[in-house]
């Protein structure tokens, strides 16, 4: 199972970012998939995910209505829309899946991606 994100890059707060995970090695639809973050200096912390069983989507507060979390299942593709754009949304993201919701709202879910670089900079 891989998932590669890609998408990061340096926006002026206010800004928008659109980050993509592509998966690959497994049945994309049955598993269900979301983000995590790390900024500097600080853990991880699980930022949105999507059930596979009825489509239900997850935000943390701190992102909340200001990012969008979304599938192509034709092409195995998760999406993070990002907007409004803030300092302090800067960090490493992650792409992460898990047949269980449980298991990424837990925080531990099974698969990872290497993370895409998003910085937020006047």
């Known amino acids: 199972l891989q998932l590669v994100e890609s998408g990061g890059g340096l926006r002026q707060p206010g800004g928008s970012l659109r980050l993509s995970c592509a998966a690959s090695g497994f049945t994309f639809d049955e598993y269900a998939i979301g983000w995590f973050r790390q900024a500097p200096g600080k853990e991880r912390e699980g930022i949105s995910c999507?059930?596979?069983?009825?489509?239900?989507?997850y935000y943390d507060d701190s992102v909340k209505a200001r990012f969008t979390i979304s599938t192509d299942n034709a092409k195995n593709t998760v999406y993070l829309q990002m907007n409004s754009l803030k300092p302090e949304d800067t960090a490493v993201y992650y792409c992460?899946?898990?047949?269980?919701?449980?298991?990424?709202?837990?925080?531990?879910?099974?698969?990872w991606g290497q993370g895409t670089q998003v910085t937020v900079s006047s």
């Open positions: 992460v899946a898990d047949l269980f919701l449980d298991a990424i709202v837990g925080g531990l879910p099974d698969y």
């Open positions: 999507i059930s596979r069983s009825d489509g239900t989507t």
